[in-house]
Nanobody, 124 residues
């Protein structure tokens, strides 16, 4: 099991940037894919980005491609989400998740462990 704690959320104006961090505890962090999901009020949780265990493979939902970048530092047991050119529609609670395998996809069931979430609010 992996314990996850997100940080870095906040209030930012449209066009601004934020970097989310997810600190993980547990010995198996560097063997697992990691993902970021988000949930806006009244909407279902949606996939944002994922990264393989080694960091060599990444994937993004179409709405964030070219604006968001996922990365990881296995030496620090941390995964990041750099968010640039933020839009009001990016407003949501962002969750970090640990995959059940070295490569995981866009489905929530592919992730075993979840953080508590961090709020991102983008004002227009």
């Amino acid at each position: 099991q992996v314990q996850l704690v997100e940080s870095g959320g906040g209030l930012v104006q449209a066009g601004g940037s934020l970097r989310l961090s997810c600190a993980a505890s547990g010995r198996t962090f560097n063997t697992k894919a990691m993902g970021w999901f988000r949930q806006a009020p009244g909407k279902e949780r949606e996939f944002v980005a994922a990264i393989s265990w080694s960091g060599t493979t990444t994937g993004y939902t179409d709405s964030v491609k070219g604006r968001f970048t996922i990365s990881r530092d296995n030496a620090k047991n941390t995964v990041y989400l750099q968010m640039n050119s933020l839009k009001p529609e990016d407003t949501a609670v962002y969750y970090c998740a640990a995959g059940s395998a070295p490569y995981s996809g866009i489905r929530s069931y592919e992730y075993n462990d979840w953080g508590q979430g961090t709020q991102v609010t983008v004002s227009s």
